[in-house]
């Protein structure tokens, strides 16, 4: 198993062009069908033309052949994950109990983009299908860069407790800085927090009547190693046309 990126070192081209097995399997470790993972990465890959559209999922060069597996993101057990995410973040300490699911307005944090509108359907997917779990107060999709934004979560929120997850493959710049920073952190203290090993955001916050717990990223949960090899046994079995 090879690590590859796109914008940066070791990048996506340059593995590909190192290695010799007779199949090679791409899976896009991106939390939604967008403007990347099928558009961008496809179209140098030569899976994809200009036209938007389906495209190929496999192509064959020389003795080799690529396939290019669905998206992480979107697999069916990313529901399991958030779950799991949302629990975890609110398990009673020495000092504080545990509230209630049903007292919980979860919302699911995502990036959202004008670039393409698919990016935001794999989290309002998520969203409802949470919400028909009946198993919180509201769920709700809100997004940095598309309405409704992630700092209305305060007004959205008719639930005296709140637990926001970051749908994002990792704890990175969004998670552990931009997301603190737009839900009322100052910039100064997140960066202080960060520079001592410590989260940016203590949980849980009091902030305009409020408790909100901000969780680890989706895509940092240990069951995402399965789903990377459900993409690849997928991809395997589909019989895609060369």
Same mark, same amino acid.
Not at 144 to 151: A, C, M, N, S, W
């Given at each position: 198993?090879?690590?590859?990126?796109?914008?940066?070192?070791?990048?996506?081209?340059?593995? @590909? *062009?190192?290695?010799? &097995?007779? =199949?090679?399997?791409?899976?896009?470790?991106? $939390?939604?069908?967008?403007?990347?993972?099928? +558009?961008?990465?496809?179209?140098?890959?030569?899976?994809?033309?200009?036209?938007?559209?389906?495209?190929?999922?496999?192509?064959?060069?020389?003795?080799?052949?690529?396939?290019?597996?669905?998206?992480?993101?979107?697999?069916?057990?990313?529901?399991?994950?958030?779950?799991?995410?949302?629990?975890?973040?609110?398990?009673?300490?020495?000092?504080?109990?545990?509230?209630?699911?049903?007292?919980?307005?979860?919302? @699911? *944090?995502?990036?959202? &983009?004008? =670039?393409?509108?698919?990016?935001?359907?794999? $989290?309002?997917?998520?969203?409802?299908?949470? +919400?028909?779990?009946?198993?919180?107060?509201?769920?709700?999709?809100?997004?940095?860069?598309?309405?409704?934004?992630?700092?209305?979560?305060?007004?959205?929120?008719?639930?005296?407790?709140?637990?926001?997850?970051?749908?994002?493959?990792?704890?990175?710049?969004?998670?552990?800085?931009?997301?603190?920073?737009?839900?009322?952190?100052?910039?100064?203290?997140?960066?202080?927090?960060?520079?001592?090993?410590?989260?940016?955001?203590?949980?849980? &916050?009091? =902030?305009?009547?409020?408790?909100?717990?901000?969780?680890?990223?989706?895509?940092?949960?240990?069951?995402?190693?399965?789903?990377?090899?459900?993409?690849?046994?997928?991809?395997?079995?589909?019989?895609?046309?060369?």
């Amino acid at each position: 198993m090879r690590e590859a990126f796109w914008k940066q070192p070791p990048r996506l081209p340059e593995v @590909l *062009a190192s290695l010799d &097995t007779p =199949r090679v399997f791409i899976a896009p470790l991106f $939390i939604s069908e967008g403007y990347f993972s099928e +558009r961008v990465i496809p179209r140098a890959l030569g899976l994809r033309t200009l036209r938007p559209g389906p495209f190929r999922r496999s192509r064959r060069q020389g003795r080799q052949t690529f396939y290019y597996c669905k998206p992480v993101g979107t697999h069916e057990r990313i529901t399991a994950a958030i779950l799991a995410r949302a629990r975890e973040v609110v398990q009673p300490t020495a000092s504080r109990r545990a509230p209630p699911l049903k007292q919980i307005t979860l919302f @699911l *944090a995502g990036h959202g &983009t004008a =670039r393409d509108p698919n990016s935001r359907q794999a $989290i309002e997917r998520q969203a409802e299908l949470i +919400r028909a779990l009946g198993l919180f107060a509201a769920v709700q999709a809100l997004f940095l860069e598309e309405d409704p934004r992630i700092g209305r979560c305060w007004d959205l929120a008719a639930t005296r407790h709140i637990v926001m997850v970051p749908f994002f493959i990792s704890d990175g710049l969004h998670v552990q800085e931009d997301l603190p920073v737009i839900l009322g952190a100052g910039a100064q203290t997140v960066q202080r927090r960060l520079a001592r090993g410590r989260p940016a955001w203590r949980n849980p &916050t009091q =902030r305009h009547g409020k408790l909100l717990w901000l969780s680890l990223s989706v895509g940092t949960h240990p069951s995402l190693a399965d789903v990377v090899l459900d993409r690849v046994r997928e991809a395997a079995a589909s019989g895609s046309s060369l």
